[in-house]
């Protein structure tokens, strides 16, 4: 059995639906009649919104891999066992706020591109159609492709830009009053509306001051949610993802589950059972340095330590938790005080 990936985050689904959207100006049919150079918005409601589309398609993985091998590279880097949440284990290193920051800017880069972008397009086009001055602007954002970001810290990075300002202390996006993410990528965990329920985010700028069109704005926009929701035959969760956090998981296709062996399994019982969770660091120094030092030990080719099968069993088995503990809180391996030879057969 497999969970069908619905195909809901799509700019030519969109634009379908903004096409027969009634209360919605396509301005691409009117484009010939501003100046040559002027960029305009996706679509307008007279006088209340102007709306910029913008999809991402292009997935950043390759880019941040070849980031994230730069790091790894580093002498500091901390030894972490198996797999790794890299922005932790960057933590551990003194300058892991700036790797961050940087990881943040290659990650990210083009979603800063096109908030600044749709801002100036929306701009334009309140100014050439000479709107009400007070005319909302939203920015739709369809993550088409890109994968590779996950919603909740997409949202969050957009929330954040929002409120970004200029050298000059000025508010850097003065007319993206909304940002709305259209993502397929997830559904809404344990929905009680039944099915499968995509969460859609719409990011508010707070940082703009509400004004007597910003209602009917809001009216607008969530009129087209639901409405191309309803379109897709699908059905939704309208959030902000920051202040109505709600619970989402990864939709894909679910394999046939094959029982778990030998050292995954272990890796599985012990997060089940993580007694060295409390572990101090000075703890975990002591603890597993023992017993990666023992298990050094029967393997040394002069006087190796000699241990019943179960004991021998059970060491190993000790070895792989200890791994395991390392990589989840993370702990550079480096700090322990490997010594096999305190346990060699005298």
């Known amino acids: ?92 290193l003194p300058d892991g706020k700036d790797i961050i920051r940087k990881f943040e800017t290659i990650a990210f880069r083009q979603i800063e591109s096109i908030m600044s972008k749709a801002n100036k397009q929306i701009i334009s086009t309140i100014d050439h159609l000479k709107m009400d001055s007070q005319t909302s602007g939203a920015l739709v954002i369809i993550n088409e492709l890109a994968d590779f970001f996950e919603p909740d810290v997409l949202v969050d990075y957009i929330s954040k830009r929002l409120g970004s300002k200029s050298d000059k202390g000025l508010l850097r996006f003065t007319h993206l009053n909304h940002v709305v993410l259209i993502q397929d990528t997830h559904k809404v965990k344990d929905s009680s509306q039944g099915g499968i329920v995509i969460p859609i985010y719409e990011i508010i700028n707070d940082n703009i001051s509400q004004n007597g069109i910003s209602n009917k704005a809001n009216i607008a926009l969530s009129d087209i949610i639901k409405h191309y929701s309803e379109f897709n035959n699908h059905k939704h969760k309208k959030t902000d993802g920051i202040n109505e956090s709600i619970e989402i998981e990864k939709i894909h296709q679910k394999e046939i589950e094959q029982p778990l062996r030998g050292q995954k399994w272990i890796e599985d019982q012990y997060r089940n059972n993580r007694y060295m969770k409390n572990y101090t660091d000075e703890q975990l120094i002591e603890f597993g340095s023992m017993v990666i030092s023992m298990c050094y030990a029967m393997f040394l080719k002069e006087n190796p330590l000699i241990l019943e099968h179960h004991k021998k069993m059970h060491l190993l088995k000790t070895q792989i938790e200890v791994f395991e503990e390392s990589r989840l809180r993370p702990f550079d391996l480096r700090r322990l005080n490997i010594d096999p030879k305190k346990f060699t057969r005298k």
């Open 1 to 92: 059995m497999t969970e069908k990936r619905i195909k809901f985050s799509s700019e030519e689904s969109f634009k379908s639906f903004m096409a027969q959207h009634i209360p919605t100006a396509d301005l691409d049919n009117i484009k010939d009649e501003f100046p040559n150079g002027v960029n305009i918005a996706d679509y307008a409601i007279n006088n209340i919104i102007v709306i910029e589309l913008k999809t991402l398609k292009e997935d950043p993985t390759q880019k941040m891999e070849n980031y994230f091998h730069e790091i790894m590279r580093r002498p500091d880097f901390p030894a972490i066992y198996g797999e790794i949440n890299f922005r932790r284990v960057v933590s551990l």
